[in-house]
């Protein structure tokens, strides 16, 4: 475990934190005017790898080769020249930061970032931090990364859980949810939604499911698998044989599908990394809470100790309301991932790249 603290002041700017793989919708704006949670777990925290925030540059305006050595393949809207390594943490974790409240940015309900840090050390004065809490955006602090420094605690390395105990934990991500516009009174505008975390998954998997396909059709498993990817794929994607198969595979799962061309597998939710099996496939990475809940879509309902209900006693568990809209993927989080896939310099990948405003019209995005 870590602390950051100030590098002009050594103050300390946070609890304990222990470090976990960036969520695949860190960077997420989803819906309009839309209420949503702490993006990081309390006593965590993660590490954007590539530059963020103020200054930015158009992509005109970036040299094709300089992107390219940066790991982006395909024109995006803007790069950041800012500093990579941006640290991120729930809110509640901050020590000794103060908002800064003139740089609010471009927010209409609270802070975006878009002015770069909004929170100063409380000893020095020094910007060391964004808060992030507009509408739309998951609630975190982004700790500037030549602002602060990270000093290990002592006696508090766990190391990572095993993929068993992962499963064991069983902790799945449903695939909707209720989301509240901002503002609203509690429960007042309450709408069940496709999860944000499953539409983010989603783009970042699609974009792997595409250069895995190779220009051929791509057949996923019925169910919820199918709703996330099957429309796409078919839209995206020639139709008609030869076609590949997609199959979920993973932790504690049969291998009956050694002969797939493309498996769907978990990333570890602490260290990032694919489940890699023995079999040789395209792996098409899934955070850990969506997969699970693929392989296992429904979670245990709790029963009594004693193990049957008493006479006339109705069980008062609600069912999860049904989500009506269409599934959408998330079309920045598919952009944002294909442009560093290098396979985009293909001409039918990257064509799908630089038409994503005509499948948005579409619905699919």
Same mark, same amino acid.
């Given at each position: 475990?870590?602390?950051?603290?100030?590098?002009?002041?050594?103050?300390?700017?946070?609890?304990?934190?222990?470090?976990?793989?960036?969520?695949? %919708?860190? $960077?997420?704006q989803?819906?309009?005017?839309?209420q949503?949670? =702490?993006?990081?777990?309390?006593?965590?925290? &993660?590490?954007e790898?590539e #530059?963020?925030g103020?200054?930015?540059?158009?992509?005109?305006e970036?040299?094709?080769?300089?992107?390219?050595? $940066?790991g982006?393949?395909?024109?995006?809207?803007?790069?950041?020249?800012?500093?990579?390594?941006?640290? =991120?943490?729930a809110p +509640?974790?901050? $020590?000794?930061?103060v908002?800064?409240?003139e740089?609010?940015g471009?927010?209409?309900c609270?802070?975006?970032?878009?002015?770069? !840090?909004?929170?100063?050390?409380?000893?020095?004065?020094?910007?060391?931090?964004a808060r992030?809490d507009?509408? /739309?955006?998951?609630?975190a602090?982004?700790?500037?990364?030549? &602002?602060?420094?990270?000093?290990?605690?002592?006696?508090?390395?766990?190391?990572p859980?095993s993929?068993?105990?992962?499963?064991a934990?069983?902790?799945?991500?449903?695939? /909707?949810?209720?989301?509240?516009?901002?503002? &609203?009174?509690?429960?007042?505008?309450?709408?069940? %939604?496709? /999860?944000p975390?499953?539409?983010?998954?989603?783009?970042? &998997?699609?974009?792997?499911?595409?250069?895995?396909?190779e +220009?051929?059709?791509?057949? *996923?498993?019925?169910?919820?698998?199918?709703?996330?990817?099957?429309?796409a794929l078919?839209?995206?994607?020639?139709?008609?044989?030869?076609?590949?198969?997609?199959?979920l595979?993973?932790?504690?799962?049969p291998?009956?599908?050694?002969?797939?061309?493309?498996?769907?597998?978990?990333? %570890? @939710?602490?260290?990032?990394?694919a489940w890699? !099996?023995?079999?040789?496939?395209?792996?098409?990475?899934?955070?850990?809470?969506v997969?699970?809940?693929?392989v296992?879509?429904?979670s245990?309902? @709790?029963? #009594?100790?004693?193990?049957l209900?008493?006479d006339? *006693?109705?069980?008062?568990d609600? @069912?999860? #309301? /049904?989500? %009506?809209d269409?599934?959408r993927?998330?079309?920045?989080?598919f952009? $944002?991932?294909?442009?560093r896939? !290098?396979?985009?310099?293909? @001409?039918?990948?990257?064509e799908?790249?630089?038409?994503?405003?005509q499948?948005?019209?579409?619905?699919?995005f």
């Amino acid at each position: 475990m870590f602390v950051f603290v100030c590098v002009r002041c050594d103050a300390e700017l946070t609890a304990p934190l222990s470090q976990v793989a960036l969520p695949a %919708h860190a $960077r997420q704006q989803y819906g309009n005017g839309l209420q949503l949670p =702490v993006l990081m777990e309390s006593g965590t925290f &993660a590490v954007e790898p590539e #530059p963020w925030g103020p200054p930015w540059c158009r992509w005109e305006e970036i040299d094709p080769d300089e992107a390219a050595a $940066r790991g982006i393949y395909a024109p995006v809207p803007a790069l950041s020249d800012g500093a990579p390594g941006a640290i =991120v943490i729930a809110p +509640g974790d901050t $020590r000794g930061a103060v908002l800064i409240p003139e740089k609010r940015g471009g927010a209409c309900c609270g802070f975006d970032g878009g002015d770069g !840090p909004n929170m100063a050390c409380a000893a020095c004065g020094l910007p060391v931090a964004a808060r992030i809490d507009d509408c /739309s955006l998951w609630q975190a602090v982004w700790l500037a990364p030549n &602002a602060v420094r990270r000093l290990p605690v002592e006696g508090t390395d766990a190391g990572p859980l095993s993929w068993e105990e992962l499963l064991a934990e069983g902790t799945g991500v449903p695939p /909707s949810e209720p989301i509240a516009r901002w503002g &609203a009174l509690f429960g007042a505008s309450d709408r069940w %939604h496709w /999860s944000p975390q499953w539409v983010a998954a989603a783009g970042q &998997a699609l974009a792997h499911l595409l250069v895995a396909s190779e +220009g051929r059709a791509v057949a *996923v498993p019925e169910g919820l698998t199918a709703v996330m990817f099957q429309r796409a794929l078919d839209i995206l994607l020639p139709a008609g044989p030869p076609t590949r198969r997609a199959v979920l595979a993973g932790p504690g799962q049969p291998a009956r599908d050694t002969d797939a061309d493309i498996l769907l597998v978990p990333s %570890h @939710p602490q260290t990032g990394k694919a489940w890699t !099996p023995a079999a040789s496939a395209y792996l098409v990475p899934l955070p850990f809470g969506v997969w699970l809940r693929l392989v296992i879509p429904e979670s245990q309902l @709790p029963v #009594p100790a004693s193990g049957l209900l008493p006479d006339g *006693v109705l069980r008062d568990d609600p @069912p999860t #309301p /049904s989500v %009506h809209d269409v599934f959408r993927i998330d079309w920045q989080v598919f952009q $944002r991932t294909l442009a560093r896939l !290098p396979a985009v310099r293909t @001409p039918w990948l990257r064509e799908i790249h630089d038409n994503l405003t005509q499948h948005m019209r579409t619905g699919l995005f």
